[in-house]
Structure formats: C-alpha cells, structure tokens
C-alpha cells in the first residue's frame, strides 16, 4: 500500500472503476497503522487463549477419561492460531480507536470540519502530468491496448482512464504519507507483544543471506499463488537492504487449489540440489501463469543445471514427500494461507509491502 504499486498487468483491471469518495479513513487507512504497531512492542507475550491444563478432563466414560493432554496434538496448531487471532482482534480494534482519534485531533487543529476534509485537503493537490502516463503505457505494454485475463479481448484505453488510475494511487500515497506522519508525532508505542513462535530450519533448506543472522525469515509460499508473487517484491527487497543481517528461509506450501504448485515445489528443490533454488525461485515467479514441466527443464538448462540429475531428483519419490512433510509442519503450525511470513517468530500474514518488514526487522535489529 506505501509506495510505487508494482507493475502488473492484472492491477490495470482498476482502470475499470472509478475512485470512490472516501467514507471512512480510518479503515482505509488500517495497513499504516499496521506499520506503526510492530515498530514497538515493550510489554508481556500476549497469551489471550490459555490452553487447558494436561489433567483437565473433557470426556468421563465407563473405561475411563480423555483429558486435554490426550488431545494436545490435534488441538495446539489451532490454539496457537486462535491466539494470534485474538491479539490481532485487540490491534485491530485499538488500530480503529487511535486512528479516528489522531484525525479528529488533527482536524481540530487545522480547523477544518472533519477527518473527511482533512484527508481532502491532504490530497487537494495531486497531479498526475502526461510524461507519467506515457511512461506507465510504455513501462506496461500498453502502445497496442489491455488484454482483459478474463475475456482474452483487448481495448484501446484512453490516457484519461490511465489519468484516473494513476491519481487514485497518488492520493492513496499522499494519505499514507500525511498518516505516517501523524503516527510519527505520536510516537505510538504497542503495550501488547504479539505473539513470537518457535520455527525450525529443516535440513538443507533454501537460505538467502546468513544462516547465523541475527534476524530470520521464515516465508510459506506457493509458486502458483498470485499474493506470493507480489511478496516476492518484498522479499528482494529485504535482502537488498539488509544482506547478510537477515536470512530468509524458504518453505513449501502448495496449496490444493493450485495443481502447479506441488510440481512446482519438487522441481524448485532439485535446483536447490544443484545450488540453484533462488534462481529457479524466480523465474518460477516471473513466469507464474506458465508452470509446467517442460518449463522447468527449459529454467533448470538456462541455470546450467546437470540435467540428468535433475530429471532423476524429479523422478525420485522422496522429493515429492519432502514437499508433503513441508505441508504437514506449515499446517502444525496453523498456517493455512500464503504467503506467510514469520519474522524471529512474529507472524506477517499476506504480500506486505516491504516497509512493514523494515519496521519489525530495524526493531528486532536495534536500529
């Protein structure tokens, strides 16, 4: 949401619709708080769901009991899971509470009537001249017009249609930049400590950057989800900025909805025998609407891969059970959508843009 939004052809489907006047800024503008909340957290793990204690009995019967120890493997994904849940849900609502306050001041203060026309008055002034247009036309292959993914037809689209887009966006950017500041006078500090979960590094798993940083990255991903595809922005990013004082460990979750993705996933492994996974990683990204098996061997040749080898490593049962085993500990850990993002075990769920990493990573990092 902060920031240039990355060229994609399926975002231009929103030249489609008009901007909407804006209701309720402060929901609009949640995801900038959202920066704010993880720039600080000083107080206690927030443990909200409080699991059962072992002797606790939930079932009396002729032979017996089954107590909350006996059913501790089957319930403790989703009391972890509920629990984050329950913290987000307090966030959320404290997230709604600060923003409406800090608007309602602030429109005070400048004497106008309303959040409302404060955040008009902030975006009063956007622009967008015809260089930009013709630079979003050239910079997205739109000289011939817009092939509509859905229908496969394509339309001339107007430099006003484009006008209009590329406005929407820009006073999006001014909001943000007009709240962070807001936030920044604030000096917002998050009293509850979202939760931190313990991950592990599995065996010669996918690794950018240093393995020992102070800082690590678990991301869950699926090579066939388009979100996972916008976060891969982020996550160059990351490294870009931060290098070795970050490690961003890669795990599969294929999910059932996505038949490319399992494939995907095995043959993005066999590259990574070969020392080649993040190359494989990429081009599987770059390319998501062409997953296939004849693609993957013509990615492994241009990464210089053995190609026996790797035609061999595809065939072998064992990589498609590594996958599973990926699934089965994603899953264990209640993660059940990608992307998913744990950063030193704090969970950052979606594609978020890179500056809501950069909040969590300098506070982890002491920067």
């Known amino acids: 949401m902060l920031g240039r939004v990355a060229s994609d052809k399926a975002v231009?489907?929103?030249?489609?619709?008009?901007?909407?006047?804006?209701k309720r800024p402060a929901m609009i503008l949640t995801a900038?708080?959202?920066l704010a909340l993880f720039a600080s957290c000083t107080g206690k793990k927030a443990d909200i769901v409080t699991p059962l204690s072992d002797n606790s009995v939930i079932i009396k019967y002729e032979g017996g009991t089954v107590t909350a120890k006996d059913v501790t493997e089957f319930v403790e994904a989703r009391l972890k899971s509920l629990n984050?849940?329950?913290v987000e849900l307090?966030?959320?609502?404290?997230?709604?509470?600060?923003?409406?306050k800090l608007l309602k001041a602030e429109a005070e203060k400048q004497g106008v009537g309303s959040p409302e026309e404060l955040m008009a008055k902030a975006t009063n002034n956007v622009t967008v001249s015809d260089e930009k247009i013709a630079a979003f036309i050239k910079e997205n292959n739109l000289e011939k017009g817009y092939k509509d993914p859905v229908t496969g037809k394509t339309r001339k689209i107007t430099k006003e249609e484009i006008r209009g887009y590329l406005t929407q966006q820009e006073r999006q950017s001014a909001r943000d930049l007009f709240m962070q500041g807001l936030m920044a006078s604030a000096k917002v500090k998050v009293m509850l400590e979202e939760p931190r979960v313990e991950i592990k590094t599995p065996k010669d798993a996918p690794i950018l950057g240093n393995p020992k940083a102070k800082v690590v990255i678990h991301e869950f991903s699926d090579f066939q989800c388009p979100f996972c595809s916008r976060a891969k922005a982020s996550v160059d990013q990351i490294h870009q900025h931060y290098g070795d004082k970050v490690a961003i460990v890669f795990h599969h979750l294929p999910l059932p909805s996505h038949p490319a993705a399992t494939p995907a996933a095995i043959a993005s492994n066999c590259a990574n025998k070969q020392e080649k996974f993040w190359g494989f990683h990429d081009k599987a990204f770059e390319n998501q609407r062409d997953l296939s098996d004849e693609n993957?061997?013509?990615?492994?040749k241009e990464l210089g891969l053995d190609m026996a080898a790797f035609e061999a490593c595809i065939a072998d049962p064992k990589m498609a059970e590594a996958v599973e085993e990926s699934k089965k500990y994603a899953e264990s850990l209640g993660v059940n959508s990608t992307p998913t993002f744990y950063v030193n075990g704090k969970k950052v769920a979606g594609a978020q843009p890179f500056q809501q990493f950069q909040r969590i990573i300098d506070a982890e990092l002491g920067l």
């Open 12 to 22: 231009l489907s929103k030249l489609m619709f008009k901007e909407k006047s804006m």
């Open 84 to 86: 984050e849940e329950a």
């Open 32 to 34: 900038v708080f959202t």
């Open 90 to 100: 307090y966030q959320r609502s404290a997230e709604h509470v600060l923003l409406n």
């Open 296 to 300: 993957f061997k013509k990615w492994a």
